[in-house]
């Protein structure tokens, strides 16, 4: 590829994990500060590479704990790998976490345009672009509701609607869509599809095989944090499926 707009190259991320039991608080910081806790090393991945071009779109799978979010928080520059590297030519809009970067004690209203600043735009941009939110997050009813009263649904309508607002170069959607109805889901998917196909780059991190058929031409199965396999999203997710005995 000549000029990928995303680059993983021989990637690894390592964790410290407790090698011992803890009964309290009080006992951890005891024994963190007598230096009498010890550590095990746990490569939450390693040697993952793989490439991405303009408006490609690729579904990352596996089973819980196989590094799928690690691998997604990596490319958004919310952790750096212990080995290898990660070029990203391009402004992403990340999705993977539910609410991340708004705040619970403000209302819709004002996290607009909280969550329009965290992307780069304009207070003036946000409050012309208003309307067209609220409308695909069909929250009208609720703009002046705190968010910590939302219910998960609510904050992945809003969060969706901010993010892809503006179309980014590319999208980055870890389960948060999973929250939400079916008719909302169904909505989003729409909207990605025309993402993609005006360019968008999308990495789509999702348990539920219909969508990840829906929208992505490549699939990378993770596998306790190395690549089991890549390639054409029906070859892969056969084979994943498969390993799970079909479920």
């Not at 005891?30 to 408006?55: C, S």
């Not at 030519?89 to 004690?105: F, K, R, T, V």
């Not at 780059?201 to 929208?215: A, K, P």
Request: net charge negative; with cysteine.
């Amino acid at each position: 590829m000549s000029n990928p707009i995303i680059k993983v190259e021989n990637v690894g991320i390592r964790f410290n994990i407790a090698s011992e039991k803890t009964d309290s608080l009080k006992e951890y910081i005891i024994k963190l500060v007598k230096r009498e806790l010890y550590f095990k090393e746990f490569w939450a991945l390693q040697d993952i590479n793989f490439e991405m071009g303009q408006g490609e779109s690729l579904a990352i799978i596996g089973a819980n704990g196989s590094g799928k979010s690690t691998l997604l928080k990596l490319i958004c520059r919310i952790l750096d790998p212990d080995t290898g590297s990660i070029t990203v030519n391009g402004s992403i809009a990340p999705l993977i976490e539910l609410g991340a970067g708004l705040d619970g004690e403000l209302t819709a209203e004002e996290n607009i345009v909280l969550g329009g600043a965290l992307l780069g735009h304009s207070k003036k941009f946000m409050l012309e672009r208003r309307d067209e939110i609220v409308a695909f997050a069909e929250l009208s009813e609720f703009m002046q509701m705190p968010l910590k009263n939302y219910s998960s649904g609510m904050y992945a309508r809003l969060a969706f609607a901010l993010s892809t607002l503006v179309k980014p170069e590319i999208l980055i959607v870890d389960e948060v869509l999973a929250v939400g109805d079916i008719a909302f889901q169904k909505k989003c998917e729409k909207r990605m599809k025309e993402m993609l196909a005006d360019g968008t780059t999308l990495l789509y991190v999702s348990h539920d095989d219909t969508s990840i058929r829906h929208l992505c031409e490549k699939a990378l199965w993770l596998k306790k944090g190395g690549v089991a396999m890549a390639g054409g999203v029906e070859e892969v997710c056969a084979a994943y499926e498969a390993s799970m005995g079909g479920a």
